[in-house]
Nanobody, 111 residues
Framework: QVQLVESGGGLVQAGGSLRLSCTGP????????MAWYYRAPGKQRERVAY???????SYSDSVKGRFTISRENDKHTMYLQMNSLKPEDTGVYYC?????WGEGTQVTVSS
């Protein structure tokens, strides 16, 4: 069982920022692809940002230019810096690592 631990969610006003963190097991962290997904209330989970083992990244159109995904392999941690947050960014954010999921962290953006 791969355990992924997310942190950094919370309540923020529109226009504000949050940084999410996801810590995984150290033994093969640097070799795997990782991503952040989010599920808005009443909707299916969707991917918002992806980073592969070479640190190449991609983003959904809804967050491009506002969110930045990164990773620190020596800390076996992945991040999602979220800026210019909008109420529609509200939802549960999940860390994904090579087929494994974290439990999610709630982000709420008030207008």
């Amino acid at each position: 069982q791969v355990q992924l631990v997310e942190s950094g969610g919370g309540l923020v006003q529109a226009g504000g920022s949050l940084r999410l963190s996801c810590t995984g097991p150290p033994n093969f962290f640097e070799f795997v692809d990782m991503a952040w997904y989010y599920r808005a209330p009443g909707k299916q989970r969707e991917r918002v940002a992806y980073i592969d083992a070479t640190h190449s990244t991609s983003y959904s159109d809804s967050v491009k230019g506002r969110f930045t995904i990164s990773r620190e392999n020596d800390k076996h941690t992945m991040y999602l810096q979220m800026n210019s947050l909008k109420p529609e960014d509200t939802g549960v954010y999940y860390c994904w690592m090579s087929g494994h999921w974290g439990e999610g962290t709630q982000v709420t953006v008030s207008s």
